[in-house]
């Protein structure tokens, strides 16, 4: 009996494994954690998108010296690639906005479910339903969004390059 008892505690076994786990969930569970991890992916998402877009600028410029007059065809490109950036990042943003917010309307859902009777495997079914039904609608609106926001952005873009390119003509 005491060889049994001995033989199952090893120092490598699941106790180090558990204990880092522990930690994780420890550090993870921080506020201040989760808005490090929101600050640092928007200044990586914002400072690739800025060197995209910097990209497009100077493309435009080389594109537009050989002759200013020319057919404005770069402007449109240019003012295209920027709308898309814009969006995406409208987009992104709204994403990181809307999915706290879905998670509440779906715990509160799910919870007054439960609470007018619904048995388990009725409110598992409808959990689903309403899960399919929210990231749907979710998903259609920020498309909407962001469409918007690159349509405004594309049409900026392009007047604003249009009169920066004819005002280096004068």
């Given at each position: 009996?005491?060889?049994?008892?001995?033989?199952?505690?090893?120092?490598?076994?699941?106790?180090?494994?558990?204990?880092?786990?522990?930690?994780?969930?420890?550090?993870?569970?921080?506020?201040?954690?989760?808005?490090c991890l929101?600050?640092?992916?928007?200044?990586?998402?914002?400072?690739?998108?800025?060197?995209?877009?910097?990209?497009?600028?100077?493309?435009?410029?080389?594109?537009?010296?050989?002759?200013?007059?020319?057919?404005?065809?770069?402007?449109?490109?240019?003012?295209?690639?920027?709308?898309?950036?814009?969006?995406?990042?409208?987009?992104?943003?709204?994403?990181?906005?809307?999915?706290?917010?879905?998670?509440?309307?779906?715990?509160?859902?799910?919870?007054?479910?439960?609470?007018?009777?619904?048995?388990?495997?009725?409110?598992?079914?409808?959990?689903?339903?309403?899960?399919?039904?929210?990231?749907?609608?979710?998903?259609?609106?920020?498309?909407k969004e962001?469409?918007?926001?690159?349509?405004?952005?594309?049409?900026?873009?392009?007047?604003?390059?249009?009169?920066?390119?004819?005002?280096?003509?004068?």
């Amino acid at each position: 009996m005491e060889q049994q008892e001995q033989e199952p505690t090893t120092p490598t076994s699941p106790t180090t494994t558990s204990t880092s786990y522990r930690l994780f969930l420890r550090i993870m569970s921080k506020r201040r954690t989760w808005v490090c991890l929101f600050v640092l992916v928007y200044a990586v998402l914002l400072s690739s998108s800025w060197n995209f877009i910097e990209s497009i600028l100077s493309w435009y410029k080389l594109q537009s010296k050989p002759c200013p007059s020319s057919s404005g065809w770069p402007a449109l490109y240019a003012s295209v690639l920027l709308g898309a950036v814009c969006g995406v990042l409208s987009m992104v943003a709204a994403l990181a906005v809307a999915v706290p917010a879905t998670l509440v309307i779906w715990i509160t859902i799910v919870v007054l479910l439960a609470f007018f009777g619904k048995p388990r495997t009725a409110l598992v079914i409808e959990g689903r339903k309403i899960t399919r039904e929210i990231v749907g609608f979710v998903f259609k609106i920020l498309l909407k969004e962001g469409n918007v926001v690159c349509v405004v952005c594309a049409v900026l873009g392009y007047f604003a390059l249009v009169k920066r390119n004819s005002g280096d003509v004068e």
